[in-house]
């Protein structure tokens, strides 16, 4: 994610010169640098050194050890602290890195790489006042939305910073059902990749709600109404909601998991 994040902000301007990553695995630290022209470091310790901002794009479950690493740098520096980590509280994050800190949630998805992503951002009282830094921030890969209450942020995360692997799941489901109709591998995915473009530019572009785009589809007795009646019938709303539901759940998991 981290490095969707970058490859976004240099793409929109940002330089290189001023984003300093740190990356224990040498191999990326090298694809980084050759990729993007970022500053690459092996400790956070080394790259946060006089950054004003930090953004934080590990695991959850190294989140807490990287905080604590970081804690007396945060007491001297005192940055806006911005996390994108899945389920872990503003609360965690504030007392792991020793307390008082700015610190912003931030959920991004990976289309942000093309500058298409989406992010759900909450501060912390510390942060209030910071908080258009950090949509800039984040804004430089796509629109952001403001999150009053944080309990929400697993919501976010589970409709957003994991939607594009659902809409992923669905371009296979339907290339490979496209085959087992008789079509080519190589077709297939030509009519899937660009229907998922064109009804995903449909929906940015038109005032009109899904439902309403989905029924000029579907011509009364045709095509359309046999799919949508097959996948009504085999529950899908049902499937999407129980879906959603335990990727929010997995997000509450993530934060009393690594408490
Ligand atoms: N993948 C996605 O679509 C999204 C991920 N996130 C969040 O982003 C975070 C990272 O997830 P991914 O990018 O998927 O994982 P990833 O495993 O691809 O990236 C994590 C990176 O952190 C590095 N790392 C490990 N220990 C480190 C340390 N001590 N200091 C600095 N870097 C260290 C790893 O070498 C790795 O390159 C997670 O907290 C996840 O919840 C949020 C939104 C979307
Ligand atoms: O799967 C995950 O936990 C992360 C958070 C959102 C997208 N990827």
Redesign the pocket.
Known sequence: MARSLIGGLVARGVAASDIRVAEPVETLREALRRDFGVQCFDQASAAAEGASVWLLAVKPQVMREVCASLAAQAAAQRPLAISIA?GITAGQLDRWLGGGAAVVRAMPNTPALLGAGITGLYANAAAAPRFDQAASLLEAVGPTVRIDEEAQMDAV?AVS??GPAYVFLLAEAMQQAGQAQGLSAEAARALVRQTLLGAATMLTHSEEPAEVLRARVTSPGGTTQAAIETFEAGGFRTLVDRAIAAATERGRQLSAANE
Do not use: I, K
Request: neutral net charge; glycine residues 24%; without cysteine.
């Open positions: 899945a995360t910073g994991s």
